[in-house]
């Protein structure tokens, strides 16, 4: 699965999650490039907080969904099989009023049992496609907040495994002589 096919997944699911009802219109998914250099991710993430603070529109109640871009492994079994496991994570997120630690405490249970279903969606995605491996086991989720205008949430960590070997495999039509 390359980033457009990952990216169009969980638009999919923002989409038909009754939670959430992504529309092109509502922005109720964003995505985010973060770099896994520690450097760079501290200011992609920096500009992912003031971007949240400044534009994004979300009023209390209203859970949004943040995806994050994957990092990648290589593996070999030192034979004939090649795979690669992309790890990654989104956000599921949700503005509360400052101070109000009962409605805080109350979005991230909701944000958690939001971030539970599209885990689910996804797994059942990737079970459907026998070239893609992913369990629950594999998972874990961190709660998160205050981002940007008091957004607090679920963040949810996740990686599969996918066969590489064709993808891997020398072609030489793809280089020049």
């Known amino acids: 699965m390359r980033l457009q096919a990952y990216t169009d997944l969980f ?10 009802g992504y529309t092109p ?3 109720r998914f964003l995505r985010i490039l973060v770099s896994s250099d520690p450097i ?35 593996d070999d079994n030192g034979g004939d099989h090649l795979s690669r496991a992309p790890h990654g ?3 599921v997120l949700q503005k509360v009023k400052p101070g109000d630690y009962d409605a805080r405490d109350a979005a991230v249970d909701a944000c958690e049992e939001i971030a539970e279903d599209l885990l689910a969606y996804v797994v059942h995605h990737h079970r459907e496609n026998y070239k893609i491996r992913m369990s629950v086991r594999d998972c874990f989720a961190e709660h998160v907040g205050p981002i940007g205008d008091n957004h607090v949430g679920v963040r949810m960590n996740f990686t599969w495994s996918e066969t590489a070997t064709q993808d891997l495999t020398f072609n030489p039509t793809k280089f020049t002589s």
């Open 11 to 20: 638009k999919t699911a923002a989409a038909q999650h009754v939670a959430i």
């Open 25 to 27: 219109d509502n922005g």
């Open 40 to 74: 760079a991710k501290q200011l992609d993430l920096t500009n992912f907080y003031d971007a949240l603070r400044s534009r994004l529109k979300a009023k209390e109640g209203q859970p949004f969904l943040v995806l994050q871009n994957y990092d990648l492994d290589y």
């Open 89 to 91: 994570a989104y956000y």
